[in-house]
C-alpha cells in the first residue's frame, strides 16, 4: 500500500530501481512470517520519495498494515523529550552543567554500588552530582530494571522504579523511588541506556509549572503537526491502532499486546518521557524534518540552529564501546557515539555498517526506527510492531537498502 508521496526519486537523487528494493525486501518480511506488517518512509530534500505500507497490522481482525496506521514508538520518545528539556535550556532555565539537585534535591546523596545482593548491597558515595547533561547523555548511573543484568537493575525492579504502561503510580512518585536507589555507575563514567528520559521528563513539568504531557503536546508535538501522536491512542482513532507482536523461538508470532483493550487505548498514569508514545510515520517524519530543518519546520521554530547542532554532537569520550556496558540498547555500540537525546555516527567503517558520520538516530523496543543524515538530506522513519527490536536486523537491512539507493 502506498502512502502520499510529493516527488520522484530520480528528482531527489535516488534511484528508482534500487529505491524499489525496499517495497520487495518488505514484502518479503512479511511472507516469511517474519513481521506482521510494516511501514517505511523515505525523504530527502523535503520531499518524499517512497512511502510503502505492507502486511498486517491486526492478524486476527485482518487489517492491514496502512500508512496511516498507529504505532507504539517507545523509546522513540527520548528524543522529543530531550527538544523539550533543551527548549528550556535555551529559555535561560538551566545549564547543561547544573546538577538535577538545583530542582530536584532528593537527589543529593546518591551512592553507587560496590557489591552485595538485593537484601544488603554495599555502595560509596557519588563522586560528584548528577548533571542534566547527565540524564540527556546516558551517563548519569541510571539503569533500566528490564534489563535484569546487574544488581541495580534487580533493585529497581523490586521497588517498584518502572515508568512503563502498567505503572499505576504517578510520576513524582516513582522519581521519589529512584532517587532512593542506587546508582550502577559514578555520574559521567560510563554509558548506561536507562530510565534518565523519564526523569528529564519530570524535570520539565518541575521547571516549567506544567505537567510534561501537557507541555510536550502544546510545545513540541502540536507545533510540529504531529496530529497522530500521544501518549495514548484517541477513540476516534483506535480503528488505525496496530495490535503488537512478540517472535517466539520457533520464528512464529505471538499476540504480545492487543489494539482492542491495549493500555494505550487509554490516557495512562505516567507519561513517559522515554517511551510512552504512539505515532505514526508521517507524523515522526514531521519531527526528523524539523530535525533536518535545524530547529524548524514549516515556518514554525522550536528551537535555535545552533542548539540542535549541539544536540547531534557527539558528548561522550569516544563512542560507545569505549565507555558503554554491553548490554540492552537500541543502537549498535563500535563506531556509534551519543549526543543529547540521540545515538549520532562516528565512524561507519568502524560501526560495519554503510552510513554518514554525523546522522542522529534511535529506535523503539517494538522494531521501530529513525534516522536523520543531515550531510545528505535524508531521513527515514520505519514502523514495526515487534518485541523486542533485537529480535530481527531490520534496521540494518533497511539502511543498507536506503543508502545503495543514492546515486546523486
Avoid at 111 to 132: C, H, M, Q, W, Y
Avoid at 253 to 259: F, N, P, T, W
Avoid at 269 to 286: C, E, F, H, K, Q
Wanted: glycine share 10%; net charge negative; charged share 20%.
Amino acid at each position: 500500500m502506498q502512502g502520499e508521496i510529493d516527488s520522484e526519486p530520480g528528482a531527489v537523487g535516488l534511484c528508482p530501481d534500487r529505491l524499489e528494493r525496499i517495497d520487495g525486501w518488505m514484502q518479503r518480511l512479511v511472507a516469511d512470517g517474519r513481521l506482521a506488517g510494516l511501514s517505511v518512509m523515505v525523504s530527502r530534500g523535503g520531499k518524499i520519495p517512497f512511502f510503502r505500507a505492507h502486511g498486517l497490522a491486526d492478524i486476527a481482525r485482518e487489517k492491514p498494515f496502512a500508512p496511516d496506521t498507529i504505532a507504539r514508538i517507545y523509546s522513540m520518545t527520548k528524543p522529543l523529550t530531550s527538544v523539550a528539556v533543551m527548549m528550556l535550556y535555551e529559555e535561560g532555565r538551566f545549564q547543561l552543567d547544573d546538577p538535577i539537585t538545583r530542582f530536584l534535591p532528593e537527589f543529593a546523596d546518591m551512592r553507587v554500588l560496590t557489591g552485595g545482593n538485593r537484601v544488603k548491597f554495599d555502595s560509596e558515595p557519588a563522586n560528584r552530582l548528577i548533571t542534566i547533561r547527565d540524564l540527556l547523555t546516558h551517563t548519569s548511573g541510571l539503569t533500566y530494571g528490564f534489563m535484569e543484568a546487574t544488581l541495580v537493575d534487580a533493585l529497581y525492579r523490586q521497588n517498584g522504579v518502572d515508568f512503563g504502561e502498567t505503572q499505576a503510580d504517578d510520576l513524582a512518585t516513582v522519581v521519589g523511588r529512584l532517587a532512593r536507589q542506587p546508582l550502577l555507575a559514578q555520574p559521567g563514567a560510563e554509558w548506561n541506556y536507562s530510565v534518565a528520559t523519564d526523569l528529564l521528563g519530570h524535570l520539565v513539568a518541575v521547571i516549567s509549572g506544567v505537567d510534561f504531557a501537557d507541555f510536550l503536546r502544546e510545545r513540541v508535538i502540536g507545533p510540529l503537526g504531529m496530529v497522530d501522536t500521544d501518549f495514548f491512542v484517541h477513540a476516534d482513532a483506535l480503528p488505525r491502532f496496530a495490535a503488537n507482536y512478540s517472535l517466539f523461538r520457533d520464528r512464529s508470532l505471538k499476540l504480545y499486546d492487543d489494539a482492542v483493550g491495549s493500555r494505550f487505548a487509554t490516557a495512562p498514569a505516567i507519561a513517559s518521557g522515554g517511551g510512552g508514545l504512539v505515532s505514526t510515520a508521517s507524523d515522526y517524519m514531521r519531527f526528523c524534518r524539523f530535525i533536518l530543518g535545524r530547529g524548524a519546520l514549516d515556518g514554525v521554530r522550536l528551537l535555535g540552529r545552533k542548539t540542535v547542532d549541539l544536540m547531534l554532537t557527539n558528548h561522550l569520550a569516544g563512542d560507545l564501546a569505549a565507555m558503554g556496558q554491553p548490554r540492552f540498547s537500541e543502537s549498535a555500540y563500535t563506531g556509534i557515539g551519543f549526543g543529547l537525546g540521540f545515538s549520532v555516527m562516528l565512524d561507519p567503517a568502524r560501526a560495519q555498517i554503510v552510513g554518514t558520520p554525523g546522522e542522529a538516530a534511535w529506535g523503539g523496543l517494538a522494531s521501530t526506527a529513525f534516522w536523520i543524515d543531515p550531510a545528505e538530506d535524508l531521513a527515514v522513519v520505519l514502523l514495526a510492531q515487534l518485541i523486542p527490536s533485537s529480535a530481527l536486523p531490520i534496521r540494518r537491512e533497511l539502511r543498507v537498502l536506503t543508502y545503495a539507493a543514492l546515486v546523486d
